[in-house]
């Protein structure tokens, strides 16, 4: 299959493990093992990607990834991939040692600026510590040209937040390399209606191929919703890339899914739930999914509106 690197994103999971268990994410009830990849397949990854043409884009799929070990080592392989963090284990040694690695992009998830609320979406977490540790951060990577990012995650329970909030919480005036983004809490861990966030319709991602994601243990998957990995391509630790994305398994997958036939796309399956590309809903949601990022985030504050509803 001939691979367009500016249409597919590519994930990679170093570790799958875990210091929090999200109200709103697969991990807590994650159908693999909480395992790191091994450095091998970490530098196998590295020839596979780049011998592609691709581009790494995180340094995750779920877990947290400043619990790796050698984090700053992985980063060196990739200087092109970004880092999204709970932010809980960013102490000054680890900021460091992100500080001294080529990363140009580090995203901390603080998701609300209510104690009360925090826990409920961060399950696990400490708000109280993460407020003193991503301040400091701030502070140790001041005048640094790494780009930090504060999560804010717009669901259910955090629509009276604003940006503005967040800015005020950390002093971001002070810091020209620190900016606020907005993230929509998706149905990433089950497509029902949730307190967290509404139902979807069909294709959360608006195709079928948009993302090469690999696994602590080097399998692939084709979506970074798969959490699961109910919907393997094949297996870095015995075959490449390149076997992968050329294999009948895969071509049988676009086939049925081009059929709308989820018999054996059970990821699929849960995203045309309640329906797929008849809703209109889902045209909507698919443009989204091809805007570039500003405009996204326009238009997903109107769908936001959903949330109130
Ligand atoms: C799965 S986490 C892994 C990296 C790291 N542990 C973290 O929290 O940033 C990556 C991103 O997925 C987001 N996430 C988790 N569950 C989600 C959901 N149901 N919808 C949308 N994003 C979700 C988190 O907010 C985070 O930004
Ligand atoms: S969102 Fe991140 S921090 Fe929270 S449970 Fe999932 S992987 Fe862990």
């Known amino acids: 299959m001939k691979l367009n690197p500016r249409r597919i994103k590519v994930g990679l999971e170093l570790t799958s493990k875990c210091n929090l268990r999200c109200g709103m994410c697969p991990l807590p009830v994650l159908r693999r093992p909480y395992e790191d990849m091994v450095w091998p397949m970490v530098e196998k990854a590295e020839r596979e990607i780049h011998g592609a043409g691709l ?20 980063i060196r392989l990739f200087p092109e991939a970004s880092l999204s963090t709970n932010g809980l284990v960013l102490t000054e040694e680890i900021g460091a040692k992100l500080l ?36 400091a951060f701030l502070k140790q990577a001041k005048g640094h040209p790494i780009r930090i990012e504060i999560q804010k995650m717009r669901s259910r329970l955090t629509l009276e937040e604003t940006v503005d909030d967040f800015r005020a919480l950390f002093d971001l005036k002070k810091y020209r390399n620190a900016r606020v983004i907005e993230k929509t809490c998706e149905a990433l861990d089950v497509n029902e209606e949730t307190d967290l966030h509404g139902k979807f319709y069909g294709c959360v991602q608006g195709a079928f191929f948009t993302w090469v994601v690999i696994f602590a243990d080097g399998r692939v998957t084709h979506c970074c919703y798969d959490a699961h990995g109910d919907q393997v391509l094949g297996d870095l630790k015995t075959q490449s890339l390149n076997e992968i994305l050329d294999s009948p398994r895969f071509a049988a997958m676009q086939d049925d899914f ?12 849960e995203c045309f739930k309640h329906g ?6 889902n045209d909507v949601l698919t443009r989204v999914q091809n805007l570039p990022g500003v405009a996204k985030d326009v238009v997903r504050k109107v769908i936001d509106v959903r949330y109130r509803t």
Request: aromatic fraction near 8%.
């Open 100 to 135: 001294a690695s080529p990363l140009k992009r580090i995203r901390i998830c603080v998701d609300s600026v209510n104690p009360e609320v925090y826990p409920q979406l961060r399950t696990g977490g400490d708000f109280d510590k993460l407020v003193v540790l991503t301040g």
């Open 276 to 281: 797929g590309e008849s809703h209109t809903f």
């Open 258 to 269: 081009a059929r709308r036939d989820f018999t054996n796309l059970p990821r699929c399956a």
């Open 55 to 74: 581009k790494l884009k995180w340094l995750h799929e779920m877990g947290e990834p400043l619990l790796y070990a050698r984090i700053d080592d992985a």
